[in-house]
């Protein structure tokens, strides 16, 4: 191998490193590069890509699959499908159990008010009972009467202001009649400037 064919496959390779490298290459491409970089001798320049290249050929070995690997992978997508048939049934079951929950609480709830809401008679005898209501209605009848006393005094105190509001009213209209003279006075005053301004 002289010189000038090491440089133009130098360059060749360059040229397909930078294809392998845009995902444009070809899959004998990428073979012409793989035998390439699995020589002893490389190029210097080229032999960071001699390692990464050795790594992609040890790296890309993929073991075969066993011979029940399709099997495994069906029981496992069966195992999760059922799980996820529990978790729903499971989950139906709860929302069930609640509404029942809410369901039961809600007539309790209304049978508690019925019986509660219901008046009970205290009382027996209907005498008794009378005598009871009376005496309470005296209570309320005494308890209204001492509240009305202190609106006695109130009332007194109305009439004072009403008499006071007499005199003042009365103090106005002759102050208003004293006051005409002065009003007509003034009318001719005003009378006299507007002529004047003429």
């Known amino acids: 191998m002289n010189t000038k064919d090491t440089a133009m496959n130098r360059e060749e390779i360059k040229h397909l490193l930078e294809r392998y490298y845009a995902g444009e290459s070809t899959l004998e491409e990428e073979l012409l590069l793989k035998r390439f970089f699995s020589q002893e001798k490389v190029p210097e320049d080229l032999s960071g890509e001699k390692e990464i290249f050795n790594y992609y050929l040890q790296s890309s070995v993929v073991p075969e699959p066993s011979s029940g690997f399709e099997n495994?992978?069906?029981s496992a997508l069966d195992a999760v499908d059922h799980q996820s048939s529990g978790f729903k049934r499971r989950r139906i079951f709860g929302i069930l159990t609640g509404v029942a929950a809410v369901m039961l609480l809600l007539t309790a709830t209304y049978f508690f008010f019925i019986q509660k809401s219901g008046p009970r008679d205290t009382y027996s005898d209907p005498e008794v009972a009378y005598a009871e209501t009376m005496k309470i209605l005296y209570q309320v009848s005494a308890r209204l009467n001492?509240?009305?006393?202190?609106?006695?005094?109130?009332?007194?105190?109305q009439e004072e202001t009403q008499k006071t509001m007499a005199t003042i009213s009365r103090s106005t209209a002759v102050i208003e009649e004293k006051m005409k003279p002065l009003d007509k006075m003034f009318d001719t005053f005003r009378k006299a400037g507007s002529n004047n301004d003429k």
Request: hydrophobic share 45%; no cysteine.
């Open 146 to 157: 001492q509240g009305t006393k202190a609106l006695g005094h109130l009332s007194a105190l």
């Open 72 to 74: 495994d992978i069906i």
